[in-house]
């Protein structure tokens, strides 16, 4: 069965800092690649995703980066803050029924 | 983007007995979805639910225990039947427009089997 292969699986950041979280992708239906943030007690919420046409999306503070032919894609938060604290979560196509896979979440923890 | 409700919010059942968790869309969605979330793990897809079509199963899940309703475009129900505390999860739905993969989540429904 297809994966999704998310690291690391906890980051600690001091405020300012950059946050980097990593995914690795086996086959999909389609380049598209969201990231989710999911506060405690919340659903995840779409963050940013980013399509085939472009290497790299900036929204803000953070920012996409996809190597397709490596098969990876990143996550970016620049100037991290305390409220980014959260699990993130990548995720990739794997069929064309619409239907995604998700990696295995980051537990993000942002330091005063 | 989509506003997705959930009910109930949470809830604690007894073994053996059914819950329904009813979903709803503030507008007309192509495609739903139902996903298990233990506590600190990932999302795994249960169903995908259509309107018009019957729901089709991830492997692992079938209709028997996770009967799913998908009456109109903008609701769906999930049922957890004969429950027992290896049910006990985060379930949660989310819904997309079809011709994108754009997948918008509701805010969980926590069950807890006693």
């Known amino acids: 069965q297809q994966q999704v292969k998310q690291s690391p699986q906890s980051l600690i950041v001091q405020k300012g800092g950059i946050s980097i979280i990593n995914c690795a992708y086996e086959?999909?239906?389609?380049?598209?690649f969201p990231w989710y943030q999911q506060f405690p007690g919340k659903g995840p919420a779409l963050l940013i995703a980013i399509r085939p046409d472009v290497s790299e999306k900036k929204e803000g503070r953070f920012t996409i980066s996809f190597n397709k032919s490596a098969k990876q894609f990143s996550l970016h938060i620049m100037d991290s803050q305390p409220g980014d604290s959260a699990t993130y979560f990548c995720a990739a196509p794997y069929n064309q029924g619409g239907k995604l896979i998700f990696g295995q979440g980051t537990e993000l923890s942002v330091k005063p | 983007s989509a506003v997705i409700s959930q009910k109930p919010s949470r809830d604690i059942c007894q073994r053996g007995t059914s819950l329904t968790i009813q979903c709803q869309v503030d507008?007309?969605?192509?495609?739903m979805f139902w996903y298990r979330q233990q506590p600190g793990q990932s999302l795994t897809l249960i169903a995908t639910?259509?309107?018009?079509?019957?729901?089709?199963?991830e492997s692992g899940f079938v209709i028997d225990k996770f009967p799913i309703s998908r009456p109109n475009l903008t609701f769906s129900t999930l049922t957890v039947s004969n429950m027992s505390p290896e049910d006990s999860s985060i379930y949660l739905c989310?819904?997309?427009?079809?011709?994108?993969?754009?997948?918008?989540f509701g805010p969980g429904t926590r069950l807890t089997v006693t």
């Open positions: 507008s007309q969605v192509t495609m």
């Open positions: 086959n999909t239906a389609f380049d598209y």
């Open positions: 639910a259509n309107q018009g079509s019957e729901a089709t199963y």
């Open positions: 989310s819904c997309s427009g079809g011709l994108s993969y754009e997948q918008y």
